[in-house]
Every structure is written in C-alpha cells, then in structure tokens.
C-alpha cells in the first residue's frame, strides 16, 4: 500500500508507470502475507516491483511504449516475470521506457517522456532524462515507487539508465535469462536483467529472473549461482583490465577522474591493475547501429494492423498495412525499420550487415584475448556524461549525438557478455555518475563482487 500510495501520488509527475495494476498487486500482497504467515514463502515472497512493459504480462497492458500495441493484453506470461512471481514478488504495475526499447532517454515513448528524480544541485530545476530505454525501470527504483524493477539491454539499456539515475543495472550474459514473452528488438542482442537500489537487491533479482528455458533455445543450461553469496568476497589478486581504447576523445574531465578514482578503489582492495587494448572498439557503435535495426525490422515486421493492436481501416489489405504501420510507430521506430531494410538489402547486404557482423566477430576476439591472458573482469565508464535534460537540443537535431551515448555499452552485447552498471559518484552538477564492469561469460558472480567493492 505505501508503494502504491507513492505512485499515485509521484506518477503523474515522473511518469515512470504507464499502468498501475492496484487489485493484481494488492491480491498478491495479501497472497504473500497468508504464505508468510504459514512460515512459507520464497525469497521475493511480497516484494513490490515494476514490470518493463516490454516484458508480456498475462492479461494486463503490454505494448512495447507503443501506439502499435494498443490495448494489447497477452494471454500468456514472460519467463522471466513467471519465475518473478513463482518466488513471491508482487507486481505494481508496467514501466515506462523507450517504443520498443530504441532510444537512450525514454523520450521515443508513446506515452511521453520519464523525467529523472534527480535534479541538478546548482537550482536550474530543469527536468533530466532518466536514460533509456529502461527509463521508467530506473526512474521509478530511484524514485522510490517500487522495491527493484525489470529491465532489458540490447544495447545499453540497463546500464546507460542505472547510471543516470543512481541505482545498479546488470545485464548479464546472453542467455542467462530467458527472452521468451519479451517483446523482440533485436534478438542476438536482447537480455534482461535488473534494476535495482544496490548491488545486493541486483543480485538477489536476478538469481530470481535468470533460467534455462525449453521456449528459448538460446537459454543456457548452466545452474544459476548464489549471486549474493559473492558479495564481500575479497578481490584480492582479481586481475582488472583497463581497455586503454575507452580513453575516447572528448571525454569530460570528470568521467576521467570516475574512472581513476574507481582503479583507485580497486587496487586498494588488493586487485592487480592491468593496461589491456580492445583494438575494434571504436567499430562497435556503428556495427551496432546495423546489426540492431537489421534484427528490429524484421521482428517489427509481424505489427500489420491483423494480429494484434491497432488497425487504421484501408481501401484494401495492403493499405491498411501501410496506415497502420504510418500511424502505430513513432519516428524512432520508423528510423530503424528503413535503416534496417536497407542494410539487409540485397545491393547493400554485403557492404553493410555482413561486414558488421565481421566486425562483431572481430570485437569479440578482442574480449577474449583479454580473458585469455588472465584478465578477470574490464573497468570502464558507464556512459560519457551524467544525465542530460529532456529535449536536449542537440540530440534533437541529430540522432547520431544521441546514439553516442551508448558508446561505453554496446560492445558488450555485441560479445554477449555480462556488464554491470554501479553508482561510484556525483558530477560538479550533483547528478550520479556510474562506472561499468565487463565480465566473463556467465561470471556474473566476479561482477557483483567487484560492484560491491566500488558501491
Ligand atoms: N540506446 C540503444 C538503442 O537505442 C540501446 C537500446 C537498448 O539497449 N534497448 O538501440
């Protein structure tokens, strides 16, 4: 009742839910309490939390932030959200984020933008972005209107919004999480993860999301560790890489000194500090910027105005299609269906989504090289500034600066590695800044350890 109270009384200024499900969530709670009182329960039993409405829900909205899902409601239920609720946790209601998780400030929704809790300490009140597109995930766990929330990264998009926002945001290997019931971006790089006020909150959610599922094949059979079991482990002897190619032109000073002050903590702690080269890093964000629309326009090609949502009536099929798509996807969206279609093209297929795909091979080999030569986990910067305001004028004027903000992320969904986001200090404004560790594959564990040295 308190979480739902905040909401209805802080909602309508930041904007982070687009549906509050009072009865579902109060039938929970009351479910859990009877269980509680039994002396039963799992380890989530009546914990609040939000639901990114790209995550299917059986029977309450879910519609991608989009006017193309309109009244969607699935009859069936995400794995990761099933596995939420089969340990007890409560749901308030579906988040905000970016249409169909494109975008980096919750600002290509539907529903309008998410405005960040935080505000600048030097009284320009202006209202900031919460990043995105899990913008109302990170929104609403900083904001205090819910317990911990899901969100999903296909680029970024756990991260780059736990940093913006002064909260921890994992993304974990891919494939540690089920993406069956997720509505599709671009499935190669799609994977959930959480949002959440710390480092121990991140790791006991996603212990709860993360399983092997018949229903998505490239969900991996490996046991689920004690993720929270690793937190306070020492770090002592840990090999930490520093890819000397994040060191990017133009990077403010203060990001700089995040970055030393968090090698700093680190070899206090007794971790080795090691120099290391990622030489394709800086192919990432344009490869990434081909392979991601190439997979969205295909996944969006099944919104039709048949199957589900909305329909603009047309003088035949084909131009109810056309009006349909015309009016159900935003701008965004619609940027990324035509760049899509036209890597994949056939004149342009091998100039351009082939040769990314090489490229993604060759970032890979990158990482590996790196863990090969003993590296345990990669410290960076989470993203190249703090948080900016709501229809900032030059990412306004050019899609490219807002893409840019991703530059720290997207290199690890391109490896399928795990990366997490942990606050480690405040701009000259005031505003969170976060640092980013990059991972083994499927060494969540090494993550949350060293996150929690750093928090
Ligand atoms: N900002 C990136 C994009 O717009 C990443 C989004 C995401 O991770 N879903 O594609």
């Known amino acids: 009742n308190a979480y739902l109270d905040a909401i209805d009384r802080a909602n309508p200024s930041l904007n982070a839910y687009v549906a509050v499900t009072h009865d579902k969530a109060r039938a929970m709670a009351s479910a859990s309490d009877a269980k509680l009182a039994r002396g039963e329960g799992g380890v989530l039993e009546g914990i609040p939390l939000g639901i990114k409405d790209l995550f299917a829900t059986e029977g309450v909205h879910t519609q991608a932030a989009s006017h193309i899902l309109d009244k969607f409601e699935p009859r069936y239920e995400s794995t990761v959200t099933a596995n939420l609720w089969a340990d007890g946790a409560v749901m308030l209601g579906k988040l905000n984020m970016d249409e169909f998780a494109m975008g980096s400030s919750n600002e290509t929704s539907f529903y309008g933008p998410v405005v960040n809790p935080w505000r600048r300490a030097n009284g320009d009140n202006k209202q900031l972005v919460p990043g995105g597109s899990s913008g109302g995930s990170a929104a609403a766990v900083a904001g205090w209107l819910c317990a911990g929330a899901t969100a999903t990264d296909t680029g970024g998009s756990i991260r780059q919004p736990a940093a913006f926002t002064g909260t921890v945001g994992i993304k974990p290997t891919y494939g540690r999480c089920s993406r069956w019931g997720t509505v599709a971006f671009a499935s190669s790089l799609d994977q959930a993860g959480p949002i959440a006020r710390d480092v121990r909150d991140a790791a006991i959610l996603l212990k709860s999301m993360a399983s092997v599922?018949?229903?998505?094949?490239?969900?991996?059979?490996?046991?689920?560790?004690?993720?929270?079991?690793?937190?306070?482990?020492?770090?002592?002897?840990?090999?930490?890489?520093?890819?000397?190619?994040?060191?990017?032109?133009?990077?403010?000073?203060?990001?700089?000194?995040?970055?030393?002050?968090?090698?700093?903590?680190?070899?206090?702690?007794?971790?080795?500090?090691?120099?290391?080269?990622?030489?394709?890093?800086?192919?990432?964000?344009?490869?990434?910027?081909?392979?991601?629309?190439?997979?969205?326009?295909?996944?969006?090609?099944?919104?039709?105005g048949v199957r589900y949502g909305l329909r603009v009536p047309g003088k035949d099929i084909v131009d109810m299609y056309e009006k349909t798509r015309a009016e159900g996807f935003g701008r965004e969206v619609k940027r990324r269906v035509m760049i899509g279609t036209y890597v994949l093209s056939a004149g342009y297929y091998d100039a351009y989504y082939l040769?990314?795909?090489?490229?993604?091979?060759?970032?890979?080999?990158?990482?590996?090289?790196?863990?090969?030569?003993?590296?345990?986990?990669?410290?960076?910067?989470?993203?190249?500034?703090?948080?900016?305001?709501?229809?900032?004028?030059?990412?306004?004027?050019?899609?490219?600066?807002?893409?840019?903000?991703?530059?720290?992320?997207?290199?690890?969904?391109?490896?399928?590695?795990?990366?997490?986001?942990?606050?480690?200090?405040?701009?000259?404004s005031g505003l969170p800044l976060a640092l980013q560790l990059i991972g083994r594959p499927f060494e969540e564990e090494t993550l949350f350890q060293t996150a929690a040295v750093i928090e």
């Open 355 to 428: 040769k990314a795909q090489k490229v993604r091979t060759l970032i890979k080999r990158d990482f590996e090289e790196a863990y090969a030569s003993g590296i345990d986990v990669i410290l960076t910067p989470a993203t190249p500034s703090a948080a900016f305001g709501i229809a900032d004028e030059d990412m306004a004027a050019d899609p490219v600066k807002m893409y840019l903000n991703d530059i720290f992320t997207v290199t690890v969904n391109m490896a399928g590695l795990p990366g997490i986001a942990v606050p480690a200090g405040l701009d000259a």
């Open 213 to 304: 599922d018949p229903k998505d094949t490239t969900s991996v059979d490996l046991p689920v560790p004690d993720y929270e079991a690793a937190i306070g482990r020492p770090i002592k002897g840990l090999k930490v890489g520093i890819p000397r190619e994040y060191r990017v032109d133009g990077m403010p000073d203060e990001i700089e000194k995040l970055w030393s002050q968090g090698i700093a903590w680190l070899r206090e702690a007794g971790a080795e500090i090691v120099d290391i080269s990622l030489p394709h890093t800086k192919y990432a964000l344009p490869a990434y910027y081909i392979v991601a629309p190439a997979e969205a326009s295909s996944n969006l090609a099944r919104y039709d």
